[in-house]
């Protein structure tokens, strides 16, 4: 395989159709010796099915971890850590990672209860977590879907779930763009198996599920972002963590020498857009990604009951507003505010109702 390659396969026996992509695109002439420590990173953001829109099926990674078992590879770790305010155990439960694990003889790592090393990229100090020290091959198993703060969410992102949690609420305080992209410097995936099977096109936590039955497969994480974008109606500079991450090193975004590869199936038209526009309705400051993706579903439940314009202002949410007030705000970071609906992250029920309410008075 090339780096300016990607392949993708459609069909719906995922396990056996990543296996033959594999093979098709020539993973064992990229796999180091039998003896290395091999490392798959999902995404597990939430304990969601992943026919929900937000997780790798894990269809996907059994088809992987037989393609390795079948070269002679037995040192595997699935390695993942859910955004703050979900624990991972229950990502690994729900998502069907504990029976996965069980079947194969893998082993499961919560990242979330790994110690942070500091790691040098391009002068900035970033804290990764310690067990990526410990793996000589890397595989990233990103889901293709939309992002309520960033558009999209794929490849590079999902780094992410190998940092420490207090350095993902750090990422939102620094603007996340930038963060993302150094990330990326100091954790090189191998090789990206990417789940566009149902990704969720609006934001990462599912629950509009957009049916492509899509695997592809490729070695470069920013190429592979850039032609996310374009699959979703978006320009890679719509994306900055893309062009950023391609200026520091991490591969290219040159969308002109990108060659697709279909190995099998027929490919689907062009990705709908995404739903509802409701960020307007939002005054964002360095908000977590846990916190804005459970307001984002419920400021849309208002949108379509025609009452998101009736609120009485704009609802504030991030760590920018701590010991800040203001009328309206969503999570403790907004505590000081005369309404704040509380919690890290609040729940989601409770934005509705709440939100609700005050439109209805209004």
């Not at 198993?141 to 969410?153: A, E, R």
């Not at 794929?154 to 993902?168: Q, R, S, Y």
């Not at 609006?202 to 599920?209: A, I």
């Not at 320009?235 to 002109?256: H, K, Q, R």
Request: hydrophobic share 35%.
């Amino acid at each position: 395989m090339k780096r300016n390659e990607i392949w993708r396969s459609y069909g719906t026996d995922y396990k056996d159709m990543t296996k033959r992509l594999l093979a098709r695109a020539g993973m064992d002439e990229l796999l180091p010796s039998v003896s290395a420590r091999i490392a798959i990173k999902p995404n597990l953001v939430t304990p969601s099915p992943a026919v929900f829109g937000a997780t790798t099926h894990p269809e996907i990674v059994a088809g992987i971890i037989e393609f390795l078992k079948e070269h002679g590879f037995e040192n595997i770790v699935i390695a993942e850590g859910s955004w703050v305010g979900d624990p991972t155990s229950e990502a690994f439960e729900y998502c069907g990672y504990n029976s996965l694990a069980a079947q194969y003889g893998v082993r499961l790592l919560d990242t979330q209860k790994e110690s942070g090393i500091e790691a040098d990229a391009h002068g900035e100090t970033l804290s990764v977590c310690a067990c990526v020290e410990d793996w000589d091959y890397l595989i990233n198993v990103p889901v293709l879907k939309g992002h309520c703060q960033t558009h999209i969410t794929c490849a590079l992102k999902n780094m992410k779930g190998l940092i420490p949690n207090t350095e993902k609420r750090r990422y939102h305080r620094m603007g996340l763009h930038r963060p993302i992209a150094l990330l990326n410097t100091v954790i090189r995936p191998d090789f990206i198996v990417i789940d566009h099977i149902c990704g969720d096109l609006s934001f990462e936590e599912g629950g509009n599920p957009v049916t492509r039955n899509c695997i592809m497969a490729a070695v470069d994480p920013v190429l592979v972002d850039a032609y996310v974008c374009s699959l979703l109606h978006y320009e890679t500079a719509d994306v900055p963590y893309i062009g950023l991450a391609s200026e520091y090193g991490c591969g290219s975004c040159d969308l002109s020498s990108l060659r697709l590869i279909t190995c099998e199936g027929e490919p689907y038209e062009d990705l709908p857009e995404g739903t509802l526009d409701v960020s307007y309705a939002v005054d964002d400051a360095d908000s977590c990604s846990a916190c804005y993706g459970v307001l984002i579903p419920a400021l849309e439940r208002l949108k379509e009951e025609g009452l998101l314009d009736r609120l009485p202002a704009p609802i504030a949410i991030g760590q920018g507003h701590r010991g800040k007030t203001g009328a309206l705000g969503v999570g403790e970071c907004t505590s000081g505010f005369d309404i704040c609906i509380q919690g890290c992250p609040p729940d989601e029920e409770d934005i509705y109702q709440t939100l609700r309410a005050l439109a209805l008075r209004s």
